[in-house]
């Protein structure tokens, strides 16, 4: 074929986002990066401004050393200083107040520059910690929670249950199975985790009443590495 076919039908979101579909929400998401990132350089200039330059005030080479450099052009008249003294301009009094002075601002100067990136860093902390809080993601690994997998009962069985929907313990098994297979939990901590969830390991059919533990998993009992993950899970 020397040319393209053309198929009708219904194109995929991402086309018809980049065709026009969609375009409210992409301008949103720009305006509220933009308005992000307003504001964070907004801070960057508060800060130079009420600290770094304040900190300089009255220091410069004609007002703190006495060197005319630039002579009449700003209107400042010439102050007295080490380097204004006769013979003094070469001094290693002169040269050490101009470098003292100079370094002062190049501080300042690189200041300015990078002072973006711990803007940047403290508003990710603060926005990342405020999201992670209101979608619940405190605690990912505290392995002092107990899980409790009680059918219709247990806190992390009702959010299996909402999340992969009524054949979840299925994929609790398949979890354990998988812990099992690198070594990570014994076969006996395998059928304990299983039958924490009404199942057992090698049958899809739920327990009896008499065979289920109803009681919750403490992560503490469990191997370090194998606690973490199934912390993390929840």
């Known amino acids: 074929k020397q040319v393209p076919i053309f198929i009708f039908g219904t194109p995929e979101s991402k086309v018809r986002s980049d065709t026009g579909r969609g375009w409210l929400d992409n301008w949103k998401l720009d305006f509220r990066v933009s308005f992000a990132w307003f504001l964070m350089l907004g801070a960057c200039i508060a800060v130079e401004v009420c600290l770094l330059l304040p900190a300089m005030k009255g220091l410069d080479w004609t007002s703190t050393c006495g060197l005319d450099v630039l002579g009449n052009v700003f209107g400042v008249p010439a102050q007295e200083g080490v380097c204004s003294a006769p013979g003094q301009k070469g001094s290693f009094k002169c040269v ?139």
Not at 204 to 224: D, M, N, V, W, Y
């Open 96 to 234: 050490t107040c101009l470098a003292s002075v100079s370094v002062g601002w190049a501080l300042v100067i690189l200041g300015s520059l990078v002072d973006i990136y711990f803007v940047f860093y403290l508003a990710a902390a603060l926005v990342g910690s405020t999201m992670g809080h209101r979608r619940d993601l405190n605690d990912l690994k505290n392995k002092s929670l107990p899980i409790d997998l009680r059918e219709h009962v247990g806190r992390e069985a009702l959010l299996f249950e909402k999340t992969f929907g009524p054949g979840w313990q299925e994929i609790w098994r398949t979890m354990v199975k998988s812990l099992l297979r690198e070594s990570l939990i014994s076969p006996k901590q395998a059928e304990w985790l299983v039958r924490a969830a009404g199942i057992s390991m090698n049958s899809e059919a739920a327990l009896t009443h008499r065979e289920r533990s109803q009681k919750p998993i403490h992560l503490t009992c469990f191997p370090g590495l194998a606690a973490e993950r199934l912390a993390f899970f929840f």
